[in-house]
């Protein structure tokens, strides 16, 4: 990872919401696929095994963000996902596999799709129920005030 791209996350990390830094790691982990699986074209060893071992951290702190008490079912298929993800990357590793990899890196761009997918709903939410609290909070000109308002001249 170079400097700008560091500097990129750093900033998107700070001003996230839960989902950002979900979508964050999802996008590290990707990179971190991409850039083992071309490693291991160019037979760089010791560049794949850099990148898979900090995929398989970065597998580690997704798993410890799961609410393995009150995640219920989606809780449970995530430990599941991420326990797969780790046997692959172990098994990509052993065969020297960049086309596992890059399977495996499909795989997480898709899942990082639907966390943006349900981020983008969360937020339209959020902002429909903040309009609506504040259409109702006193003093607040509702439609019918507004246009009475906006023809008024003096």
């Known amino acids: 990872m170079n400097l700008m791209e560091l500097a990129y996350r750093k900033t998107a990390a700070e001003g996230s919401s839960g989902f950002g830094l979900l979508i964050a790691l999802y996008d590290t982990l990707a990179g971190n696929l991409g850039r083992a699986a071309e490693a291991q074209r160019h037979n760089d ?60 890196m499909a795989v997480i761009l898709s899942i990082r799709g639907t966390w943006q997918d349900l981020e983008a709903r969360a937020f339209s939410a959020l902002e429909l129920q903040a309009s609506s609290e504040i259409a109702n909070y006193p003093g607040t000109l509702h439609s019918q005030d507004q246009r009475s308002a906006s023809s008024w001249s003096a």
Do not use: M, P
């Open 45 to 104: 060893i010791q560049k794949r095994c850099l990148e898979l071992n900090h995929a398989l951290l970065v597998i580690g702190y997704l798993e410890d963000w799961v609410d393995h008490k009150s995640g219920g079912d989606l809780a449970q298929k995530l430990v599941t996902f991420y326990a797969n993800l780790r046997a692959k990357l172990i098994e990509a590793q052993a065969r020297q596999s960049a086309e596992i990899l890059e399977q495996q």
